[in-house]
């Protein structure tokens, strides 16, 4: 059974838990004002799990991106989506066409000759 709110037994996971919850009265709040959000997850977070709390967020104008960071010269992978309320954000979708090897990323792990 899925369970993306998690055991709510973990400070960290609590914590995320909180931040979601944050992050949804916040984009709420920036609908009034009608102003532009977007909302970045790796694309198997449990983030997108959660309908239940990110379905009044398609309320809105909603788009959504997913795409590889390999694409965008990167050497991971790391597929990611994006939502929120800009139009352009479909414009972003590129998936991994492979061919390459991709750096893998766990934990700290940096490669310094990447600058941000
Ligand atoms: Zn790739």
Same mark, same amino acid.
């Given at each position: 059974?899925?369970?993306?709110?998690?055991?709510?037994?973990?400070?960290?996971?609590?914590?995320?838990?909180?931040?979601?919850?944050?992050?949804?009265?916040?984009?709420?709040?920036?609908?009034?004002?009608?102003?532009?959000?977007?909302?970045?997850?790796?694309?198997?977070?449990? !983030?997108?799990?959660?309908?239940?709390?990110?379905?009044? @967020?398609?309320? *809105?104008?909603?788009? %959504? #991106?997913?795409?590889?960071?390999?694409?965008?010269?990167?050497?991971?992978?790391?597929?990611?989506?994006?939502?929120?309320?800009?139009?352009?954000?479909?414009?972003?979708?590129? !998936?991994?066409?492979?061919?390459?090897?991709?750096?893998? @990323?766990?934990? *700290?792990?940096?490669? %310094? #000759?990447?600058?941000?």
């Amino acid at each position: 059974m899925l369970r993306p709110w998690g055991k709510n037994c973990h400070p960290k996971e609590r914590l995320g838990n909180q931040l979601l919850r944050a992050a949804v009265v916040l984009a709420q709040e920036l609908d009034k004002l009608e102003v532009g959000w977007a909302w970045e997850q790796p694309s198997q977070s449990f !983030l997108w799990q959660v309908q239940d709390l990110i379905s009044p @967020l398609h309320s *809105g104008p909603f788009y %959504q #991106t997913t795409f590889d960071w390999c694409r965008y010269g990167r050497k991971w992978r790391k597929r990611t989506t994006v939502i929120g309320r800009f139009p352009f954000l479909a414009e972003f979708n590129a !998936l991994c066409r492979g061919g390459h090897e991709h750096l893998v @990323l766990d934990g *700290g792990l940096w490669d %310094q #000759t990447e600058s941000e």
